[in-house]
């Protein structure tokens, strides 16, 4: 785990550079189906952006289909998950956003989150999959 008192700047690099890879993944993947408002995916990983110096912690919600479809969306905590996705398997935690940017860039979640069994899969292959949709053209 990181430090809890990385710079404001580290913070907003962190954040930028995470919503930029979750942007260029969700644009080069299919779309996943929406009902009542609510992503309908198999899997989805939520993380509150709460572990920084910042009064604001975004919530990202990471979502996917085993037919190829993926998304993300960010909200200020208004909302609860289950208002936003339906999905199959759900795991989510409180992080820092350069805890994210690491996993997304290719870190062992085991490395970078308190996690294990079967999350520690999802989140193995969640991350391999919007790593994939990056290098896709």
């Not at 996705?85 to 490395?111: C, F, I, Q, S």
């Amino acid at each position: 785990m990181l430090g809890r008192r990385d710079s404001p700047l580290s913070e907003k690099l962190s954040v930028a550079v995470v919503e930029a890879i979750l942007s260029e993944a969700s644009e080069r993947a299919e779309e996943v189906p929406v009902q009542r408002g609510r992503a309908v995916a198999d899997r989805a990983v939520w993380f509150c952006v709460c572990m920084t110096e910042s009064a604001a912690a975004p919530t990202w919600l990471l979502y996917d289909t085993a037919e190829g479809g993926f998304g993300w969306s960010k909200d200020d905590g208004d909302r609860n998950i289950s208002d936003r996705v339906d999905a199959r398997e759900l795991w989510g935690d409180h992080v820092h956003p350069a805890e994210v940017a690491k996993w997304l860039n290719g870190a062992d979640p085991a490395e970078v989150f308190d996690v294990g069994g079967a999350d520690l899969i999802m989140l193995r292959d969640l991350g391999r999959r919007v790593r994939e949709l990056q290098r896709s053209t």
